[in-house]
């Protein structure tokens, strides 16, 4: 099934244009799914959906089956302005948080409890399996997979990411990748310059993950990788349906901001103690 087009694809096309105009990448040049992925600090399966998005507008374009850079000055279409995927999918994880929803459960019993179409249904659920929330049954079904439990387990985890993360940004040879960086500058600035809307939660979450998990790559070092991978896939239920107010959602975008600031000034020590501010602050 072809994974349904979300703003953050969007981002990541726009990413990806910026990254060729920035560089003066030819026409003809080659795009590597996976070296793009990598630039960009995501994996990649949305890398490939804003792939998509770059060939309808005739920025790449497929010569065999090779995709190559075809037209980066061509513009990219607007975001749309609501998708019903990612409204969905928020109503799912606050009806799992609130524990009105079981451990497994199959499209039918969605379908009833929202009253929505088959098709919605799958796509909110391919879209929670790419959060890590819910997984296939090998038969039947899915299940919702680990979560943060509690309000105890939810300080545990935040007391842990304050040792983890800052630590990663102190690591000899760090790096920062620089496209990573404008990406990610780029999608925040984006999320500031409108009102906040409670059905971008998923996006913002996405955007969220990606950031901390781009900042721990530039570590170099696998095990800070792993552990914040999986500290994203332990929030991801939560944060799929954001809570804690627009004021915040901004406010956690320029504390984003000025940890990019202070890692591009090459000042990492005070990088990593806007971090931690910034997790104090965060909520799970």
Same mark, same amino acid.
């Given at each position: !099934?072809?994974?349904?087009?979300?703003?953050?694809?969007?981002?990541?096309?726009?990413?990806?244009?910026?990254?060729?105009?920035?560089?003066?990448?030819?026409?003809?040049?080659?795009?590597?799914?996976?070296?793009?992925?990598?630039?960009?600090?995501?994996?990649?399966?949305?890398?490939?959906?804003?792939?998509?998005?770059?060939?309808?507008?005739?920025?790449?374009?497929?010569?065999?089956?090779?995709?190559?850079?075809?037209?980066?000055?061509?513009?990219?279409?607007?975001?749309?302005?609501?998708?019903?995927?990612?409204?969905?999918?928020?109503?799912?994880?606050?009806?799992?948080?609130?524990?009105?929803?079981?451990?497994?459960?199959?499209?039918?019993? %969605? !379908?009833?409890?929202?009253?929505?179409?088959?098709?919605?249904?799958?796509?909110?659920?391919?879209?929670?399996?790419?959060?890590?929330?819910?997984?296939?049954?090998?038969?039947?079904?899915?299940?919702?997979?680990?979560? %943060?439990?509690?309000?105890?387990?939810? !300080?545990?985890? !935040?007391?842990?990411?304050?040792?983890?993360?800052?630590?990663?940004?102190?690591?000899?040879?760090?790096? %920062?990748?620089?496209?990573?960086?404008?990406?990610?500058?780029?999608?925040?600035?984006?999320?500031?310059?409108?009102?906040?809307?409670?059905?971008?939660?998923?996006?913002?979450?996405?955007?969220?993950?990606?950031?901390?998990?781009?900042?721990?790559?530039?570590?170099?070092?696998?095990?800070?990788?792993?552990?914040?991978?999986?500290?994203?896939?332990?929030?991801?239920?939560?944060?799929?349906?954001?809570?804690?107010?627009?004021?915040?959602?901004?406010?956690?975008?320029?504390?984003?901001?000025?940890?990019?600031?202070?890692?591009?000034?090459?000042?990492?020590?005070?990088?990593?103690?806007? %971090?931690?501010?910034?997790?104090?602050?965060?909520?799970?």
């Amino acid at each position: !099934m072809t994974a349904p087009i979300s703003p953050l694809h969007h981002d990541l096309a726009r990413a990806a244009r910026q990254i060729w105009l920035t560089e003066g990448t030819p026409p003809g040049s080659p795009v590597v799914e996976a070296v793009l992925a990598g630039r960009l600090a995501v994996s990649r399966t949305p890398v490939r959906a804003a792939l998509r998005l770059l060939e309808e507008a005739g920025i790449t374009q497929r010569r065999g089956r090779l995709m190559v850079v075809a037209d980066p000055a061509r513009e990219l279409p607007a975001v749309e302005a609501r998708d019903p995927v990612d409204a969905l999918v928020g109503a799912i994880a606050r009806a799992r948080e609130e524990r009105r929803l079981a451990d497994i459960v199959r499209e039918s019993d %969605l !379908m009833r409890e929202f009253g929505q179409p088959r098709g919605l249904v799958s796509r909110a659920l391919a879209k929670l399996a790419t959060l890590g929330v819910v997984a296939r049954n090998p038969a039947q079904g899915w299940h919702f997979a680990a979560t %943060l439990a509690g309000e105890e387990e939810r !300080m545990q985890a !935040m007391r842990f990411r304050l040792v983890l993360e800052p630590a990663a940004l102190r690591q000899p040879g760090y790096a %920062l990748d620089p496209a990573f960086a404008r990406a990610m500058r780029e999608a925040h600035e984006a999320v500031l310059a409108r009102p906040w809307r409670d059905v971008e939660a998923v996006r913002l979450f996405e955007m969220n993950a990606a950031f901390h998990l781009g900042l721990a790559q530039g570590s170099g070092n696998r095990f800070f990788i792993d552990a914040v991978e999986a500290q994203n896939r332990l929030r991801a239920l939560v944060n799929a349906d954001w809570r804690f107010g627009d004021n915040r959602a901004h406010d956690s975008c320029r504390e984003h901001l000025a940890v990019l600031n202070a890692l591009e000034a090459g000042d990492n020590e005070r990088a990593a103690m806007l %971090l931690e501010d910034h997790l104090r602050c965060a909520g799970p």
